[in-house]
T-cell receptor, first 110, second 117 residues
């Protein structure tokens, strides 16, 4: 699976959009981009995934560049409960071997 | 709806003692099951995964083992714990890919925090 690179931390004001970048310059054609988040002392929670088209669900939007070398997870209106570590993972759509890196620690402040 | 249970929630064990952590899933059948470990301040490491009863694949050689005696039950064991076995143990499940879901849409349990002294 391709390696992903994320900033170690970022702050966001409550009510504003949080844009979380992820670089995956070596991603292959059959690898999806998955996003999970982990609130302190809990198990990770699936957020969204995509292959090449932009995706949106009730939690977030995923914007993937045309060359697929990077993506951005957007939390449209961040709340204090969105404070968590966010993981970007590139993986094929088979057999759940998810490689969790260090992720981005997002802190939402009032 | 599907739910995943893990117990115990916390555990303190002496070095050299045995270990048994249990995970059960409700509301689905024939799930893929996973055991992860997260050491303090680190990312998650996949330890074992299973596609069916009695079918276990190990990702990392270690003194831990896993078993799947029933379709929705996954057990993590050790005969003799090491200090390095301390960590946060997470069980997860995923459905067989198809439709709008994929193998990698995994659902995690609440975890077991293990401290080996």
């Amino acid at each position: 699976d391709a390696k992903t690179t994320q900033p170690p931390s970022m702050d966001c004001a409550e009510g504003r959009a949080a844009n979380l970048p992820c670089n995956h310059s070596t991603i292959s054609g059959n690898e999806y981009v998955y996003w999970y988040r982990q609130i302190h002392s809990q198990g990770p929670q699936y957020i969204i995934h995509g292959l090449k088209n932009n995706e949106t669900n009730e939690m977030a939007s995923l914007i993937i560049t045309e060359d697929r070398k990077s993506s951005t997870l957007i939390l449209p209106h961040a709340t204090l409960r969105d404070t968590a570590v966010y993981y970007c993972i590139a993986a094929t759509d088979s057999w759940g071997k998810l490689q969790f890196g260090a992720g981005t620690q997002v802190v939402v402040t009032p | 709806s599907q739910t995943i249970h893990q117990w115990p929630a916390t555990l303190v064990q002496p070095v050299g003692s045995p270990l048994s952590l249990e995970c059960t899933v409700e509301g689905t059948s024939n799930p893929n099951l996973y055991w992860y470990r997260q050491a303090a301040g680190r990312g998650l490491q996949l330890l074992f995964y299973s596609v069916g009863i009695g079918q276990i694949s190990s990702e990392v050689p270690q003194n831990l083992s896993a078993s799947r005696p029933q379709d929705r039950q996954f057990i993590l064991s050790s005969k003799k714990l090491l200090l390095s076995d301390s960590g946060f143990y997470l069980c997860a499940w995923s459905a067989v890919a198809g439709g709008t879901s994929s193998y990698n849409e995994q659902f995690f349990g609440p975890g077991t925090r293990l401290t080996v002294l």
